[in-house]
């Protein structure tokens, strides 16, 4: 699915609606961790206060019995912070797993169910486009749910300023003006470097993208690339790739380290002048020498919420970029709603699943349409589109599964079928993908099935033939993306995995072409024999496949039905 970009004022739009929804599923874990994390800046900040105390029992009044009271006083607190911290962590890290859990679940329908739309990357192709979907579903995703991880920080932060506000004007109002004073400078900071710092967030974000898609083509092609020479090319590729993400690296990391230094640099001046400040006072008498003791400890406080404040406005920068990316994918609206997940999925198909095409036209542009194809096919049926190589016989098989954009409809037993093209519609290409694992392994995508559910598919798909010369059969490790079978066997693994998937509808895209002619005859006939109760489809070359068709379609222009009697 090709991957478009937007705007930078709706791309922030559907990133902030986003947001707002993660933040939505994760509330009640985030609302225990607030309760926790209240307790826990109480007690931090109660510490210096004690502490404070503490020191004028024992060198003031020279009072060892209260200073030992104070001591076992700061003990319980320390306690209570420990566990205000354990809870404010464990429940932050939970809201986090959800949200994650939630975006990634989101993220995987809205890939399997709209991989149709009509969605372009400028300047863009399809490996660049994989490339990016894995750095939106990884890099992006973990982004945005670190985001979530750090919204409690907020409310230690208000709770700080709610505490220190009245206790600082309490000890000396000349302190308070100390603190106060760094306010302004922080907000200006922090006018100036966040937008400059998303800029440069974005760059870097698009720049890990499209070394993902060189990546992805190195692993899914470094065989065919090598043998026509291209793979120093590709290696080339990735090396500039690589030089622009360090280039947009460094670039942020320059903006992020001035950012974050001169807002650290600002509390710390004003610790300097406190200091200057509550040492005339202790002078006067005006505060004792524990009270300085607390407004310094406390100043450090204000450091650590100041640096912390920033830290978190990096981080909602961060994810407003992220979470626009992901937002791309989810399809959110600039109006800034998120599609809710279907509830109407539909029960199996009932009554005679009949296929029925109206005018399907697939437009493609500085091309000849394809189509219009018009065609009524019951169960039994077997219907083979044919042409020359590039006529389109890949795509408007694409479009019959609801994987490719078109105009006109598609039923099955009167109901449209690419309203969960998953459930009816069963797609083998031509070059089909294996994962990781034993032919068994990939079988099994599908669901779970009883070992002579798996036996039938295997037969009738010819996979006992294509695997007879392997000693562990169906056991067979397939090695990453399925390099370590055939294309034929490959071919025959998918074609298996779709017979078990029992859809009424199979569109079967030149999965004999690698084949050699005694075992596609053979894997022919099983496979007519097995599939008297669907519709199947063909994209073919074959004059096997089209021998047996009931009826071909040639993708001339205008398009043409040969009936086969």
């Not at 939106?136 to 932060?157: F, K, P, Q, S």
């Not at 065989?223 to 080339?236: E, H, K, S, T």
């Not at 650590?304 to 994918?329: N, P």
């Not at 198909?349 to 219009?372: D, F």
Request: charged share 20%; net charge positive; with cysteine.
């Amino acid at each position: 699915m090709p991957l478009p970009t937007r705007p930078g004022a709706a791309s922030r739009t559907a990133g902030a609606a986003l947001l707002r929804h993660c933040l939505r599923h994760a509330r009640p874990q985030v609302l225990r961790s607030v309760a926790w994390a209240v307790l826990r800046q109480c007690s931090f900040l109660a510490l210096p206060w004690l502490l404070g105390l503490a020191l004028d029992a024992a060198v003031r009044r020279a009072d060892p019995a209260r200073a030992a009271g104070y001591a076992a006083a700061l003990c319980a607190v320390a306690l209570a912070e420990y566990a205000g911290m354990r809870g404010w962590q464990l429940w932050s890290n939970l809201a986090e797993a959800r949200a994650g859990a939630w975006l990634r679940t989101r993220l995987l329908r809205s890939v399997l169910e709209n991989a149709a739309r009509p969605a372009h990357r400028d300047g863009g192709d399809e490996g660049e486009a994989a490339g990016d979907l894995a750095t939106r579903a990884g890099r992006d995703v973990e982004t945005v749910v670190y985001w979530v991880h750090g919204l409690t920080t907020w409310v230690v932060i208000g709770t700080t300023v709610l505490v220190l506000v009245p206790s600082l004007a309490g000890l000396d109002p000349a302190l308070l003006l100390v603190a106060a004073a760094t306010v302004p400078v922080l907000l200006l900071v922090n006018r100036v470097f966040p937008p400059l710092y998303g800029v440069r967030a974005e760059a870097l974000a698009r720049a890990h993208a499209r070394r993902s898609g060189t990546v992805e083509e190195l692993l899914s092609a470094l065989l065919p690339l090598r043998g026509v020479g291209a793979d120093r090319l590709m290696v080339a590729r990735h090396h500039r790739h690589s030089a622009d993400v360090t280039r947009h690296t460094l670039r942020l990391g320059a903006v992020s380290a001035l950012w974050e230094a001169t807002a650290f640099a600002v509390p710390r001046l004003a610790v300097v002048a406190g200091l200057l400040t509550g040492g005339r006072a202790a002078l006067d008498g005006r505060i004792t020498v524990g009270q300085l003791t607390t407004f310094v400890l406390w100043m450090g406080t204000v450091s650590v919420a100041v640096t912390a404040a920033v830290a978190r406005l990096g981080d909602r920068t961060d994810a407003l970029v992220a979470a626009g990316r992901v937002a791309v994918v989810l399809d959110i609206a600039a109006t800034g709603t998120v599609p809710a997940p279907r509830a109407d999925r539909p029960g199996p198909v009932t009554g005679e699943p009949v296929l029925k095409v109206a005018g399907l036209t697939v437009t493609r542009p500085g091309r000849p349409p394809l189509g219009p194809l018009t065609l009524t096919a019951r169960p039994g049926e077997w219907i083979a589109l044919t042409g020359p190589t590039g006529s389109g016989k890949t795509t408007l098989l694409r479009a019959l599964a609801g994987l490719a954009p078109a105009e006109g409809s598609v039923t099955l037993a009167g109901r449209p079928a690419h309203a969960w093209p998953h459930l009816t519609v069963g797609l083998v290409p031509e070059a089909p993908l294996l994962m990781r694992g034993t032919v068994t392994d990939n079988l099994l995508l599908t669901g779970d099935h009883p070992p002579d559910a798996l036996a039938r598919a295997c037969r009738t798909a010819g996979l006992d033939l294509a695997l007879a010369g392997l000693p562990h059969g169906t056991d067979t490790d397939v090695g990453d993306r399925g390099r370590a079978l055939s294309g034929g066997q490959r071919q025959l693994v998918a074609l298996a995995r779709a017979l078990l998937h029992d859809s009424p509808v199979l569109l079967l895209d030149d999965v004999t072409s690698a084949l050699d002619t005694g075992t596609e005859a053979e894997v022919l006939r099983r496979l007519r024999r097995a599939t008297a109760g669907r519709v199947v489809v063909f994209a073919t070359h074959s004059p096997a496949v089209r021998a047996l068709a009931d009826r071909e379609f040639a993708l001339t222009l205008p398009l043409t039905e040969h009936l086969h009697v």
